[in-house]
């Protein structure tokens, strides 16, 4: 723990250094496989946002802009001048805010099927089913019932549907803080966008974005019910988000994961290895 109270671990023996941000509810014990397989060319830091894991709770609110400030109070407290960030999802809207407000911090950044600042185009979109299915209010609601509950109550619920998890997955799993706190990053979303419009511009940085396959991403959609148009549109304006981060710095790249769906690092490891591997060796060609 470090003294601004988040929980962090460092892996690896390379020279240069990666902050990994994760996804939304998503811990780094997830991500330790695929560090296990970079761990001999990277120094990896491995961080639990406030209110994740062993990490304390923050009176700020759960604003992109906001972590951004605690993670860059973790990476003064352990001395660390310069490093790559990888943001997935969520952590990629934080990664955006992070390189806005300290753009002397990053040797590159690469976003993975990162949330876009301009997310709320998607919930603009004509989307009946999917939105009356799965909307953002229903996500919040659904986080804060979980909230309520007890731990016990929580370690029962899991344990009907999984029975392999790790004691230490089990433990940020079961913790109803978890789940107040994804509401309230969920809640906080338009906040996170707002900031990062109005704020700096992207800097001319390395970057690298990862986007996902398109047809694949929506197979999950059309199978819980939602009608294959709708599905459809969902992804082709999700695409079209990630196209408009990589144009972010005029060193920007976009990089399609065919075959791949949300989770990049899990499904094609490989993707991700490569483009850490070019920003590392400096490799983004400029747009």
Same mark, same amino acid.
């Given at each position: 723990?470090?003294?601004?109270?988040?929980?962090?671990?460092?892996m690896?023996?390379?020279?240069?250094?990666?902050?990994?941000?994760?996804?939304?509810?998503?811990?780094?014990?997830?991500w !330790?496989?695929?560090?296990?397989?970079?761990?001999?060319?990277?120094?990896?830091?491995?961080?639990?946002?406030a209110g994740?894991?062993?990490?304390?709770?923050?009176?700020?609110? &759960?604003?992109a +802009?906001?972590? +951004? &400030?605690?993670?860059?109070?973790l990476? %003064?407290y352990l001395?660390?001048?310069?490093?790559?960030?990888?943001?997935?999802?969520?952590? $990629?809207?934080?990664?955006?805010?992070?390189?806005? #407000?300290?753009?002397?911090?990053?040797?590159?950044?690469?976003?993975?099927?990162?949330?876009?600042h301009? *997310?709320? &185009? !998607?919930?603009?979109?004509?989307?009946?089913? #999917?939105?009356? #299915?799965?909307?953002? =209010?229903?996500?919040? =609601?659904?986080? @804060? @019932?979980?909230?309520?509950k007890s731990?016990?109550?929580?370690?029962?619920?899991?344990?009907?549907?999984?029975?392999e998890?790790?004691?230490?997955?089990?433990? *940020?799993?079961?913790?109803p803080?978890?789940?107040?706190?994804?509401?309230? %990053?969920?809640?906080?979303?338009?906040t996170?966008?707002?900031?990062?419009?109005s $704020?700096?511009?992207?800097?001319?940085i390395? !970057?690298?974005?990862?986007? &996902?396959? %398109? +047809?694949?991403?929506?197979?999950?959609?059309? =199978?819980y019910?939602?009608?294959?148009?709708?599905? #459809?549109?969902?992804?082709?304006?999700?695409?079209?988000?990630q196209?408009?981060?990589a144009q972010?710095?005029?060193?920007?790249?976009?990089m399609?994961a @065919?075959?791949?769906?949300?989770?990049v690092?899990?499904?094609?490891p %490989?993707?991700?290895?490569?483009?850490?591997?070019?920003?590392?060796?400096?490799?983004?060609?400029?747009l």
């Amino acid at each position: 723990m470090c003294e601004n109270n988040l929980e962090y671990r460092l892996m690896g023996e390379g020279k240069q250094v990666l902050v990994l941000e994760t996804g939304i509810g998503n811990s780094f014990y997830s991500w !330790l496989p695929f560090v296990d397989v970079i761990k001999n060319d990277f120094t990896i830091v491995l961080y639990h946002r406030a209110g994740y894991g062993k990490s304390g709770t923050s009176p700020a609110p &759960r604003t992109a +802009a906001n972590i +951004a &400030r605690e993670l860059n109070d973790l990476m %003064e407290y352990l001395e660390i001048d310069r490093f790559l960030l990888a943001g997935h999802s969520f952590g $990629g809207l934080c990664a955006q805010a992070y390189a806005r #407000m300290y753009p002397e911090k990053l040797d590159g950044v690469l976003l993975i099927d990162a949330t876009s600042h301009h *997310f709320q &185009r !998607l919930y603009e979109l004509n989307l009946p089913v #999917m939105y009356s #299915m799965i909307s953002l =209010e229903q996500l919040i =609601e659904a986080n @804060e @019932e979980n909230a309520g509950k007890s731990r016990a109550e929580l370690e029962e619920w899991y344990k009907e549907r999984n029975s392999e998890l790790s004691d230490e997955e089990e433990a *940020f799993l079961t913790n109803p803080v978890l789940y107040q706190t994804i509401a309230d %990053e969920f809640t906080n979303w338009s906040t996170s966008s707002d900031e990062i419009k109005s $704020g700096k511009p992207f800097p001319d940085i390395p !970057l690298i974005v990862i986007a &996902r396959d %398109e +047809a694949l991403s929506a197979k999950p959609y059309i =199978e819980y019910g939602i009608p294959e148009e709708e599905a #459809m549109l969902h992804e082709k304006v999700w695409r079209e988000l990630q196209v408009e981060l990589a144009q972010l710095s005029v060193n920007g790249e976009l990089m399609i994961a @065919e075959g791949s769906d949300h989770e990049v690092h899990k499904d094609q490891p %490989e993707i991700v290895v490569e483009c850490l591997q070019r920003l590392k060796e400096g490799q983004v060609p400029r747009l």
